[in-house]
C-alpha cells in the first residue's frame, strides 16, 4: 500500500512539472507562429532599429524601441522606488522590530500584493498624478512617473517579505559573532546580515522586476499610450502591454498585420524577460559561491 501511495504521488509530481514545461513550451510555440508570420512582412532589421511605432495609423512604422524604452522606464523608476524602501522594511522588521509587531505588519504589507491593479492604476491617475504636478510643472496629466511609483508601491511587498525570510533565515550565529567583535547593530544588518542573505534579496529583487515589466494595467491607464522614444519621466509612454491591451479591444481586425503585432511585441518582451533573469540567475549564483 505505501509503494502504491508512493507511486500515485510520484505520478502526481511529475504530471505536474509536464504539464507546466506543456503550457510553457505552448506558449512559445503560439508567440513564435505568429511572430514569424508578422516578420515575413515586416524586416526584423526595422522593427529593432525604427524609432517609431505607427502599425495602427496610415503611415505605417513598426519600430519597437519606443515601446521598449516605456517599458524600461516605468520599471526602472519602479525598481529604484521599491528596493530601498523594501530592504528598509525587511531589515527593520527581521532586526529591529518587536516579535509581536513582526507578526502584524507583515502581514498587513503583503496584502499590498493582494489589491488590484487597476486600482492601483486610477490611484496613480487620480491621486499621485496632481500631487506631483502640484510641484513638477509641465508634468503631463499621463507620465511614466506617477505610473513607475505606483508600480514600485505594489512591488514592495515582493521585496520586502522575500527579504524578511531571507535575513531571518540567517544562522543566530553570525549575529552573535558579529556583536561579539563589536559591531553595532547597524553594522551588523548591513554588513553581515545582507551579504549573507544576498542570494534570496536578490532573487526578490528579480521576482520584483519580472512583475514591473509585465505590470499592465497602472501603466495602461496612469502612463498614457503615445509610444515614443524618451526618457523623460514627465511626458506620456506606452509600454509593450499597454499596446497589446490597445489591440486586444477588438478595434483591428483578427489575422491582420496589425493584429499579428502583439505577438512580436510579445515575444520580444519574453525574450527580454528572459535574458533579465537569466543574467540575475548568474549573479544570484556568483553570490551565493562568495558566501556560501
Given at each position: 500500500m505505501r509503494k502504491i501511495k508512493e507511486r500515485v504521488i510520484e505520478g502526481g509530481l511529475q504530471a505536474s512539472a509536464l504539464v507546466t514545461i506543456a503550457v510553457t513550451v505552448g506558449i512559445i510555440l503560439v508567440l513564435s507562429i505568429e511572430a514569424v508570420r508578422f516578420f515575413s512582412e515586416v524586416s526584423i532589421i526595422e522593427f529593432f532599429t525604427d524609432t517609431q511605432w505607427?502599425?495602427?495609423?496610415?503611415?505605417?512604422?513598426?519600430?519597437?524601441?519606443?515601446?521598449?524604452?516605456?517599458?524600461?522606464?516605468?520599471?526602472?523608476?519602479?525598481?529604484?522606488?521599491?528596493?530601498?524602501?523594501?530592504?528598509?522594511?525587511?531589515i527593520y522588521i527581521s532586526e529591529y522590530a518587536p516579535r509581536s509587531f513582526r507578526k502584524t505588519i507583515?502581514?498587513?504589507?503583503?496584502?499590498?500584493?493582494?489589491?488590484?491593479?487597476?486600482?492601483?492604476?486610477?490611484?496613480?491617475?487620480?491621486?499621485?498624478?496632481?500631487?506631483?504636478?502640484?510641484?513638477?510643472?509641465?508634468?503631463?496629466?499621463?507620465?511614466?512617473?506617477s505610473a513607475g511609483l505606483v508600480m514600485g508601491i505594489m512591488i514592495i511587498p515582493f521585496i520586502s517579505s522575500l527579504s524578511e525570510d531571507a535575513l531571518h533565515a540567517v544562522p543566530n550565529s553570525l549575529r552573535e559573532a558579529a556583536y561579539g567583535m563589536g559591531s553595532t547593530k547597524l553594522q551588523n544588518s548591513f554588513r553581515v546580515l545582507v551579504p549573507a542573505a544576498s542570494s534570496?534579496?536578490?532573487?526578490?529583487?528579480?521576482?520584483a522586476i519580472s512583475r514591473a515589466i509585465g505590470e499592465t494595467m497602472i501603466v495602461a491607464i496612469a502612463a498614457g499610450?503615445?509610444?515614443?522614444?524618451?526618457?523623460?519621466?514627465?511626458?506620456?509612454?506606452?509600454?509593450?502591454?499597454?499596446?497589446?491591451?490597445?489591440?486586444?479591444l477588438g478595434d483591428v481586425q483578427h489575422g491582420s498585420l496589425e493584429y499579428r503585432t502583439i505577438f512580436a511585441a510579445g515575444i520580444t518582451l519574453f525574450i527580454f524577460t528572459f535574458l533579465l533573469n537569466t543574467i540575475s540567475y548568474r549573479i544570484r549564483k556568483k553570490f551565493r559561491e562568495k558566501y556560501e
Open positions: 505607427t502599425p495602427l495609423y496610415s503611415d505605417k512604422h513598426f519600430g519597437i524601441l519606443p515601446l521598449l524604452s516605456g517599458t524600461l522606464l516605468t520599471s526602472f523608476i519602479a525598481i529604484i522606488f521599491a528596493v530601498p524602501v523594501g530592504l528598509s522594511i525587511s507583515k502581514p498587513a504589507l503583503e496584502l499590498l500584493a493582494a489589491v488590484p491593479t487597476v486600482v492601483y492604476g486610477f490611484f496613480a491617475l487620480t491621486v499621485v498624478t496632481p500631487f506631483l504636478q502640484s510641484f513638477i510643472p509641465g508634468l503631463s496629466g499621463f507620465n511614466s512617473l534570496g534579496i536578490i532573487v526578490s529583487i528579480i521576482l499610450q503615445q509610444p515614443r522614444l524618451t526618457f523623460d519621466p514627465t511626458v506620456p509612454v506606452e509600454t509593450i502591454t499597454a499596446y497589446i491591451v490597445q489591440v486586444s
